[in-house]
């Protein structure tokens, strides 16, 4: 079963950028997958950032995070990444990776019981 390895979250001040990973092991075409970033502020549910196309042609970003974010991802290394920049407080949340049935506006995660650990982002003001 695959299994996905989030990376790079961390403390900054607001205005500042962090570029986040998430490693694919144990499936052998991750090219195959649409993907996305979700993230979960304290006390509130799992929402959707960013999703991008298995081929990588095509994405998608919630309004939030529209001209700030960008996503990307390299299939030969089985990883996608996000660049946050101009990060604000209310970025601040545990940021998860999953595959995606399709991405678009409604994006949702094919297996909603399995994530990865995830990784911490905090922004200060």
């Known amino acids: 079963q695959a299994r996905v390895e989030e990376s790079g979250g961390g403390m900054v001040e607001a205005g500042g950028s962090l570029r986040l990973a998430c490693t694919v092991d144990?499936?052998?075409?991750?090219?195959?997958?649409?993907m996305a970033w979700f993230a979960q502020a304290p006390g509130k549910e799992r929402e959707g950032v960013s999703c991008?196309?298995?081929?990588?042609?095509?994405?998608y970003y919630d309004d939030s995070v529209k001209g700030r974010f960008s996503i990307s991802r390299d299939n030969e290394k089985k990883t996608l990444y996000l660049q946050m920049n101009s990060l604000k407080p209310e970025d601040t949340a545990m940021y998860y990776c999953?595959?995606?049935?399709?991405?678009?506006?409604?994006?949702?995660?094919?297996?909603?019981?399995?994530w990865g650990q995830g990784t911490q982002v905090t922004v200060s003001s």
């Open positions: 999953a595959a995606v049935s399709s991405c678009g506006p409604s994006f949702s995660p094919l297996n909603p019981n399995s």
């Open positions: 991008i196309a298995y081929w990588g042609g095509s994405t």
């Open positions: 144990g499936e052998a075409n991750v090219g195959r997958y649409n």
